[in-house]
């Protein structure tokens, strides 16, 4: 028997076992202080001390502080299973922290018991991030339990703070510590399509933008006395999102194609219709085509605001929320070659890379200067009410990862 056909025999006889991991897991509310959690403290010790009972033995630590959490640390967690040659290692990355359940009422069970239904696990954080996490635990104990020494080392890396924006993760890690390689292959389980034929590699850049308008109140019948803040904030808006044909650039890469300049959230503004507001406040999500820098999105943006203030006699401020810029792992890195390869081995599909609109984990890792992609079979139910995981999605995706690691 085929070395990946004895590893994907036994992650198929464990799917118990992986079920029992899913039920440990949603049962801590793994939830960021800004979520109104306690961070992923008691869930990272839980995972811990299951691991040594299956038979892992090698775990390191990167604990971030953080007061605002009563145990003053936010855990990132290492486990390793050395591997014929450790020059480039294999690294899968999952995330401990969920988000909130949101509307109670919505929920067919309770969001932290698993519920098993129709070949599905539905709770809390099945999909975001624990099949991606369990399916890479027992791709790694695979080998352990059937006595294969890997190709290359495997590092299992379970971070914190994924959802509110890796201060105290990946971030975190990148900026205090040397763990990476640039010749590693680092996967991570974290999005994907239900075929699993889709390898994410780039991500558009992102902007955020928070701009108030100020201009003069006055009485909704004597407009011509006050300085309408909410009408050149609403020609400001539609300035902006004409940059989509400034910035016109195509990438076939990315769906949709083009870069995207759109107005989203309002701030109230009178509480009366007959007000003319002298002060308005809207927000930009800007999404860039990499090809272009957001310098260049900056300084237009900047001459247009220019011309917007002098047309209606206004002051306009803007801060930027967010703003990430992002790197593209190569189409032809051997990341990106070895896994489709694995893929295709154990789905029996063509993966194809695909860029994405969304920010992700994988952006802090192409910064700093490691090929790094995003990738999983999944229903993408994340953040849902009864969101769910597929037991069958996470059984190949383990399979796929031990196939990477036994061939690579």
Sequence with gaps: MKTSETLTSFIREQVPGMISMQKLLTAIPAMAPESGGEGELAKCEALIRTLREIGFTDFERYDAPDRR???????????????????????????????????????????????????MLIGRGVEDNQQGLVASVFAALSFIKTG????????????????????????????????????????????????????????????????????KQTHGSRPDEGINAHLAACDLALRLNNLESVFDRRDPLFEPDRST????????????????????????????????????????????????????????????????????????????????????????VTARPIGVGGGTVGAYLRNAGYNAVVWSRMEETAHQPDECCLVENMVMEACVMASLCAET
Excluded at 85 to 113: A, N
Excluded at 151 to 164: G, N, P, Q, R, S
């Design 69 to 119: 959490v009563p145990s003053g640390i936010r855990p990132n967690l290492v486990v390793t299973v050395p591997g014929v040659d450790d020059s480039t290692r294999i690294w899968f990355m999952s995330h401990l922290d969920v988000v909130p359940p949101g509307d109670l009422e919505k929920w067919t069970s309770d969001p932290w018991t698993v519920t098993e239904r129709d070949g």
């Design 148 to 215: 294969t020494r890997p190709a290359h080392t495997i590092k299992l890396l379970f971070i914190a703070d994924e959802e509110v924006g890796s201060a105290y993760g990946i971030q975190y890690i990148l900026r205090e510590h040397t763990i990476f390689k640039p010749s590693d292959l680092i996967i991570i389980p974290d999005g994907g399509d239900p075929l699993g034929e889709t390898i994410e590699i780039a991500e558009k850049n992102l902007l955020w933008l928070r701009i108030k308008t100020q201009g």
């Design 261 to 348: 300049f759109q107005p989203t959230k309002k701030e109230a503004n009178v509480p009366n219709i007959n007000t003319i507001p002298g002060e308005d406040v809207f927000y930009m999500d800007c999404r860039i085509l990499p090809s272009y820098t957001l310098e260049e999105v900056r300084a237009e943006m900047t001459g247009i605001i220019r011309e917007t203030e002098k047309k209606h006699g206004v002051t306009i401020n803007w801060t930027e929320e967010q703003a990430v810029e992002s790197r593209a792992t190569p189409e032809d890195a051997p990341v990106v070659k070895k896994l489709a390869e694995a893929i295709s081995d154990i789905l029996g």
